[in-house]
């Protein structure tokens, strides 16, 4: 019999409706999966509950409840054939984006869920997630960390949440799905990770000083120069298509050199949602790249600020830090 561990560390799976909107209900969370019959159902795996305290909206999740989540995998990686952390679905792809560093060499399915729609309330999205869920993390199949919502299983590096209320809320626009649940479970063998032949390991990721500026039409960069060139360790440039910025932002150039000398990355992502940064391409990238600013490629934002954390834990030299930003770690971005 294969057995898992669900987490539930908080978010609208678990809320009920409270005086201020909704919030973490009282009820072990244990205990209302064992009041819904298909939870008891034979053709599910037997399962642990691990409930954290205090429950959270995703909103105050943080690099240490990341961390924390880490090492409830790390702690109980043998006594388990799969791992489901339910989670608010606000910041959920950081979350699976920064698991997908800190949990390295997985030989085990990592797969994070929620809903839009409480348990507790009528058109739950939640136990469908739950299930398909449960059955994912003990196929077998899978040796990553991914988010299963709403019939598809996402690389978790590659998801985005699209939408506040449907709920289809998460997708992966640059990367197929890893499987979709339709009557049966029909995963994209080809694609899915394979089980690493090194033994797993945990990386704790430290709360480095790191920060995202999306540039808007009308952007005054020199704003941010003190943040960027002092207070700063990484910065994800979130710019317009293939990697540009505004040709009026002549201090930017100088801003980003002045920034890695002392000590920051500055990555580049795109605010589109699919396709790749490409400096150079257009006059308006040409100075970011001649700058020096790393190219994010097709990589999300979320995925960028949880490798910015991830190498700037590590403790690697700038030099190295800039060199692997643009490399594929664990399946974030396609060189
Ligand atoms: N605010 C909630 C959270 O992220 C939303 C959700 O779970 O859907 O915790």
Known sequence: MKRICIIYTGGTIGMERGENGYEPG????????????????????????????????????????????????????????????????????????????????LSKPVIVTGSQIPLCEIRSDGKDNILASMMIAASGKVFEVCIFFAGK?????????????????????NYP???????????????????????????????????VIKVFPGIQVDLFEPIITRKLRGVVLETFGAGNVPGYCKEL??????????????????????GTVSLGTYAASSPLKKAGAVSGKNMTTEAAVAKLYYLLSCGYPKEKVKELMEKDLCGELDE
């Open 26 to 105: 009282k009820e072990p969370f244990a205990n209302i999966m064992a009041g819904i019959s298909d939870f008891v159902s034979p053709e599910l795996p037997e399962y642990d509950v691990i409930e954290f305290s205090p429950l959270l909206d995703s909103s105050d999740v943080t690099v240490s409840e990341w961390n924390l989540i880490g090492r409830t995998i790390s702690e109980r990686i043998d006594d388990y054939d799969g791992f489901v952390v339910l989670h608010g679905t606000d910041t959920m792809a950081y979350t699976a984006s920064a698991l997908s560093f800190i949990l390295q060499n």
């Open 153 to 173: 299983l996402i690389r978790g590096n590659r998801a985005i949440k699209m939408s506040a209320d449907s709920l289809i809320a998460f997708d992966s626009p």
């Open 177 to 211: 799905h890893l499987a979709d649940a339709g009557i049966g479970i029909r995963y994209r063998d080809s694609i899915l990770m394979k089980k690493p032949d090194i033994p797993f390991e945990m990386k704790a990721l430290m709360e480095e000083p790191i920060g």
């Open 253 to 274: 150039s100088s801003i980003i050199e002045k920034a890695y000398e002392n000590g920051n990355i500055v990555v580049v992502c795109s605010q589109c949602p699919t």
